[in-house]
T-cell receptor, first 113, second 111 residues
Framework: DAGITQSPRHKVTETGTPVTLRCHQT?????MYWYRQDPGHGLRLIHY???????DKGEVSDGYSVSRSKTEDFLLTLESATSSQTSVYFC????????????FGEGSRLTVL | KQEVTQIPAALSVPEGENLVLNCSFT??????LQWFRQDPGKGLTSLLL?????REQTSGRLNASLDKSSGRSTLYIAASQPGDSATYLC??????????FGTGTSLTVIP
């Protein structure tokens, strides 16, 4: 158990509303990631973090922002949700530089109506 | 953009059969390659990690191999069981601590 908790696990919202997803880890690992998973596209990286206040964009970062003010929490925010952001969002952590495995949370299913 | 491909997209086998899942990648300068299992509605579970200096890793009935020069990895499952039914994904890690995923192979083991 890598100690990763995602919240909320399920959310339905309307177009134009802000949404924040939270990823919490209990082991103080340095690297944290947000992915989205969609049929036909597999997992695509949205943003990742390599330390407190250190974040970088992934391949599908438009429309998303992140924050990491504490080692244990990595927040993903959709400032104004759109229907194209309906997806399953996964948080992942990587305990070590270059030699560590990637561990995933259980996912957050977001539906934007 | 790094490309990771998994073929076939779906596979159905009778129980007890040995099977091989394939993963190919375009850039051989990898750090690690990792195989995952995903059950419906669940997160990804790590199965095996192969570091770039390694050729294979084994865990129980699973054996993963890596050939960087040809850009390929295989996941061998021995004596398949219905409980092995799931989607299997491979992920390649390159410099910058970024991972690129294949779209997965959906495996069904028929009792």
């Amino acid at each position: 158990d890598a100690g990763i908790t995602q919240s909320p696990r399920h959310k339905v919202t309307e177009t134009g509303t802000p949404v924040t997803l939270r990823c919490h880890q209990t082991e103080n690992h340095r690297y944290m990631y947000w992915y989205r998973q969609d049929p036909g596209h597999g997992l695509r990286l949205i943003h990742y973090s390599y330390g407190v206040k250190d974040t970088d964009k992934g391949e599908v970062s438009d429309g998303y922002s992140v924050s990491r003010s504490k080692t244990e929490d990595f927040l993903l925010t959709l400032e104004s949700a759109t229907s194209s952001q309906t997806s399953v969002y996964f948080c992942a952590i990587k305990p070590q530089d270059h030699t560590g495995e990637l561990f995933f949370g259980e996912g957050s299913r977001l539906t934007v109506l | 953009k790094q490309e990771v491909t998994q073929i076939p997209a779906a596979l159905s086998v009778p129980e007890g059969e040995n099977l091989v899942l394939n993963c190919s990648f375009t850039d051989s300068a990898i750090y690690n390659l990792q195989w995952f299992r995903q059950d419906p509605g669940k997160g990804l579970t790590s199965l095996l990690l192969i570091q770039s200096s390694q050729r294979e890793q084994t865990s129980g009935r699973l054996n993963a191999s890596l050939d960087k020069s040809s850009g390929r990895s295989t996941l061998y499952i021995a004596a398949s069981q219905p409980g092995d039914s799931a989607t299997y994904l491979c992920a390649v890690e390159y410099t910058g601590n970024q991972f690129y995923f294949g779209t997965g192979t959906s495996l069904t083991v028929i009792p």
